[in-house]
């Protein structure tokens, strides 16, 4: 398809379709009749009205949809004493009651699906399909974790001395903490909050500012469950002032942030401080290699979904997509096709795929990335839509022979801007994808086996997709390489964050 077919659209006017405004908030004026889209912080089982509000907008539009509590660090104190009291109770259950309550927790997130997706897609855009699919999503790693804590095996060690057992027990660690992103506003909670609550560890919850709906929705549930007061806490607020007392505590035991890379270094440096058990969940900037052996529309399917779910607001999005020169013309040619008949809109209208950007500063990125890869010479494919949208769209966007050299081949897009670059040869292939300083997702497309194992041995990222898009879930190891992160969430290993181990010997048994 020729490029004139196509034009930039950029323009910073208002939604031009007056029935999408007003569309979120008559949503949750439903939802808040039915006592469900609560503004209140969960403090010690209680529901915390607080002295200031912060305001909640809906990102198509920019209009305000709901005032949560501000929680101040004063809150967050009592939330830390509060989870400091729960923790002997929570650990002394069995854990089998614990994953009940987790189960239990996970049923009612079901029951709730359709009203926990419309709070997901009004406070954080994403098409109501996707919300659907997160809202399942969530519920299955607090079902996961409900079995995980009742297999948190130790081990008997062949003893090294004689008449000696040695032991080796697994035990909660304490207090937990969890800071959490805006994308994924529900799986991310339950993804922390599963394996934490089935080792036996309170949590306490800061979540994104721009989604803390979702996050309240998600504590009255998890009350209802029956999980205990202190055990589970969700307090908004001020990120700086609210993670400040988090990281000072020393009984604060873990913490688990998704996020920025920059946020996480942060982080890290201040739980040193209290030596804190750290996992982070960073920033991406996935390659996806596509070699010429394969079917190219099996790619094309691959790359859209690798690229515009979230509408690219996903650490997994493909960033650079790299395709091999004898297939690059055909390639492209079929995936601007494809992004051009994405269609655009608001979350809540059933027929959109790619919603808003939930932060202007994310749309602003991806603007820069699309101008600067233009003014160096890359061309720039958009989708033409009838309707003007705001601000914090992004219209799906195809920049062709990219270099190396361009922003957005080093530095993470986080939103519907497919970046694709020619290349010749699988050595030269693995060394530019290699040379990222992150290490989360990469995707590989190819019909060789010989060269899917060469590959995926010598490819330096924590998560490998072959011939597939989708490949998260409870039982996978969740996690990245080099500055994409520390530790793992979901799968066996997810549970180990929230646990210490324990070494003991028992000597002198020979009489
Ligand atoms: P961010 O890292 O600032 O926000 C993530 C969480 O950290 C939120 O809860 C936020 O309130 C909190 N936070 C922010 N500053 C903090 C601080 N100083 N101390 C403690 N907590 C703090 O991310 P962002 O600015 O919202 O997004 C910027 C970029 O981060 C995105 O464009 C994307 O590249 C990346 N990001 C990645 C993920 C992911 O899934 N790994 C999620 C969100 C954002």
């Known amino acids: 398809m020729p490029a004139k077919d196509f034009e930039m659209v950029f323009q910073a006017a208002r939604l031009k379709s007056p029935p999408l405004v007003g569309l979120a908030k008559r949503h949750l004026e439903s939802l808040r009749r039915r006592d469900f889209a609560a503004g209140a912080a969960l403090i010690d089982g209680r529901w915390i009205e607080g002295d200031q509000r912060d305001v909640v907008v809906d990102p198509a539009t920019g209009e305000v949809i709901a005032k949560v509590a501000c929680c101040r660090a004063v809150d967050m104190n009592l939330a830390i004493d509060a989870a400091e009291r729960s923790f002997a109770e929570w650990r002394g259950l069995l854990p089998e009651r614990r994953g009940a309550i987790l189960r239990s927790w996970a049923s009612l997130m079901l029951a709730h699906l359709e009203e926990l997706a419309v709070l997901v897609t009004s406070e954080q855009g994403k098409p109501l399909a996707e919300a659907r699919y997160e809202i399942g999503y969530g519920a299955g790693f607090l079902q996961w974790f409900a079995a995980e804590g009742e297999r948190a095996y130790g081990e008997t060690i062949p003893s090294h001395k004689p008449g000696n057992v040695l032991q080796v027990r697994m035990q909660p660690v304490g207090v937990a903490a969890a800071i959490t992103p805006w994308n994924f506003p529900v799986a991310m909670i339950a993804r922390k909050a599963g394996a934490a609550l089935a080792a036996g560890c309170p949590v306490i919850v800061k979540p994104a500012p721009e989604t803390p709906l979702s996050a309240l929705a998600l504590a009255r549930l998890a009350q209802e469950a029956g999980v205990p007061s202190g055990v589970f806490q969700v307090l908004v607020g001020n990120p700086i002032e609210l993670s400040t007392p988090l990281l000072r505590d020393a009984r604060v035991r873990a913490l688990s942030f998704t996020g920025s890379t920059e ?27 596509i070699f010429d052996d ?35 013309s055909a390639f492209v040619e079929k995936f601007a096709a494809a992004i051009t008949r994405l269609k655009v809109g608001h979350g809540l209208d059933s027929a959109t795929e790619i919603g808003p950007m939930t932060k202007l500063s994310v749309a602003d990125k991806c ?34 022979d990219v270099t190396d ?5 080093s530095e993470e897009t986080f ?61 996978i190891p969740f996690g990245g390489w080099k500055q994409s992160g520390l530790g793992r969430e979901g799968s066996r290993h997810g549970i180990q964050e929230y646990m210490e181990l324990k070494y003991v010997c028992f000597g002198d048994l020979v009489d």
């Open 405 to 409: 050299d361009m922003l957005i081949a």
């Open 367 to 400: 603007r820069a990335q699309i101008n600067e890869a233009a003014a160096k010479g890359a061309r720039v494919i958009s989708a033409k839509q009838d309707e003007v949208f705001g601000q914090s769209f992004i219209l799906p966007t195809l920049l062709s």
């Open 415 to 475: 939103g519907p801007v497919a970046a694709v670059l020619p290349f010749d040869s699988e050595g030269e292939v693995l060394a530019r994808a290699n040379t990222s300083e992150m290490g989360l997702a990469a995707y590989v497309y190819t019909d060789s086996l010989r060269r899917a194992l060469r590959v995926s041995e010598n490819i330096e990222y924590g998560m490998v997709g072959i011939n597939t898009a989708s490949f998260t879930g409870p039982p």
């Open 263 to 289: 946020v996480g270094r942060l982080l890290l440096e201040g739980a040193a401080r209290t030596v804190k058990k750290v996992s982070l969940e960073l920033g991406g900037h996935a390659p996806f290699i």
């Open 294 to 328: 394969v079917d190219l529309d099996k790619a094309v399917k691959g790359a859209m979904a690798a690229k515009f779910a979230t509408s690219g607001q996903d650490c997994l999005a493909a960033n650079r997509i790299y395709v091999q020169r004898g297939v690059y």
